[in-house]
């Protein structure tokens, strides 16, 4: 196959699992709003998520950005 050659199987597969990543992305993002807006701990619900303290974090750093920008939400 030549650099040039366009393999649109593969680049659909890519675009799916990237669409996929993003949609998981986005689910635990409105998963945290809502332990968040029933005043839950960051830890409890790092635990009930299955996921580090740290990572939780920053989800919940980026949701502030997002609602400090709403200008950039999409």
Known sequence: MSIYEYDKEFEEKKLRKAEFEYGQHELLKTQIQKKLAKGKSINKFADALEGS?????KFIDELEYEKAHPELNL
Not at 53 to 57: A, D, E, N, T
Request: no cysteine; net charge positive; glycine share 0%.
């Open 53 to 57: 303290p740290l990572v939780i974090r």
